[in-house]
């Protein structure tokens, strides 16, 4: 079955450094999106891509984040300037259509800032 | 605002004793509420969508049902491997975003 992967499954970093998270959604879905769960926190939205450009972003998302489609596979979420409480759990996901239709998540980068 | 709670935040069960888990959400126009199944240290894993109230789905031992207001997902005889946190989830009425709820952590015991 067709699975979203990401990857690193485990980056720490030194606060301040720019870290890139990479995605490979499920090949046939048109939507992305990028989650994170702080430890023992809800899963909660970051930013929604669609046809090349972020539709949706939450107020996490600020000026340090970006995302790209460098290509027709990759899915890729950039922290400019790390800060500690960016440590989390970031996931990528992906769904055929918007609304309505159930997102596939992959397992996770764990972003550990230190 | 939108809100998704879920209840009871944690269940301990005997394997085969069978439970619920509740899912209440306030969202206007409802585009479908979705369950998902999260093991530690892995993103949430699709079990099912419901799309309108009275509206049922299984596998295996898990149901899950909706009304207006609620669902539930029904573990019957559940198992250790059935151990896990169960989320669910709606979109937002005006957006495609999903808002989770804070999950049912489910323990089961051999």
């Known amino acids: 079955e067709p699975e979203v992967t990401q990857t690193p499954s485990h980056q720490v970093t030194q606060m301040g450094q720019e870290v890139i998270l990479r995605c490979v959604p499920i090949s046939n879905h048109l939507y992305f999106y990028w989650y994170r769960q702080i430890l023992g926190q809800k899963v909660e939205f970051l930013v929604s891509?669609?046809?090349?450009?972020?539709?949706?972003k939450s107020e996490i998302f600020d000026d340090q984040f970006s995302v790209e489609r460098p290509d027709g596979s990759n899915f890729t979420l950039k922290i400019r300037s790390t800060k500690l409480e960016d440590s989390a759990m970031y996931f990528c996901?992906?769904?055929?259509?918007?609304?309505?239709?159930?997102?596939?998540f992959g397992d996770g980068t764990r972003l550990s800032i230190l | 605002e939108d809100q998704v709670t879920q209840s009871p935040e944690a269940l301990r069960l005997q394997e085969g004793e069978s439970s619920s888990l509740n899912c209440s959400y306030t969202v206007s126009g409802l585009r479908g509420l979705f369950w998902y199944r999260q093991d530690p240290g892995k993103g949430p894993e699709f079990l099912f969508t419901l799309y309108s109230a009275g509206e049922e789905k299984e596998k295996e031992r898990l149901k899950a049902t909706l009304t207006k207001k609620e669902s539930f997902l029904h573990i019957t005889a559940p198992k250790p491997e059935d151990s896990a946190t169960y989320l669910c989830?709606?979109?937002?009425?005006?957006?495609?975003?999903?808002?989770f709820g804070a999950g049912t952590t489910v323990t089961v015991r051999a």
């Open positions: 996901a992906s769904s055929r259509q918007g609304s309505g239709q159930p997102q596939h």
């Open positions: 891509f669609y046809n090349n450009e972020i539709s949706e």
């Open positions: 989830a709606v979109p937002r009425s005006n957006d495609y975003k999903l808002s």
